[in-house]
């Protein structure tokens, strides 16, 4: 799991990346230009910081660097929740969204609507289990014979 944070200028680098493709560092620099003037050598050395916390990675095509995303989308984002739960919420994803409900980042309903499926799941886990548990013990119990007195 990385341990690196990426910065808000950072993850729209990769959000560039992820949706338009791989880049050169012009092209980043072009797309970016109008919500942050960046020069040539900023958007390289930030280039080289993603790549060197393994979420980018380049190729040479002549003398031009092409960078594409070594990591998904959403594994970024999980790992960066899961950094979150283990920084600030002790590991407990339970403790998180207690957080996000008691902070009105999230309504009950949606609480609901995140635990509800797995909690409805573990609870069909646990019925299956019991079920098999009680089957066996029946297996287990000695039959009434057939043959007697009568």
């Known amino acids: 799991m990385h341990s690196y944070f990426v910065t808000p200028l950072q993850a729209a680098i990769l959000e560039l990346i992820w949706s338009q493709g791989p880049s050169t560092a012009d092209a980043v ?7 942050h003037p960046l020069k040539d050598s900023s958007v390289r050395t930030l280039l080289r910081r993603l ?9 040479v095509v002549g003398k031009t660097f092409i960078y594409d995303a070594r990591l998904s989308r959403h594994r970024v984002a999980a790992t960066a929740v899961r950094q979150v739960i283990d920084r600030f919420c002790s590991g407990s994803v339970e403790q998180l969204l207690a957080c996000l ?6 309504s009950a309903a949606e609480v609901e609507r995140v635990t509800g499926p797995a909690e409805t799941e573990s609870r069909q ?26």
């Open 125 to 150: 886990q646990l019925s299956k289990k019991e079920e098999k548990r009680r089957k066996r013990e029946k297996r287990k119990q000695p039959k009434p014979s057939s043959s007697g007195p009568f």
């Open 101 to 106: 409900a008691a902070e009105g980042t999230l």
């Open 29 to 35: 620099r072009e797309a970016l230009h109008p919500a």
């Open 51 to 59: 790549e060197a916390h393994g979420y980018l990675h380049h190729r």
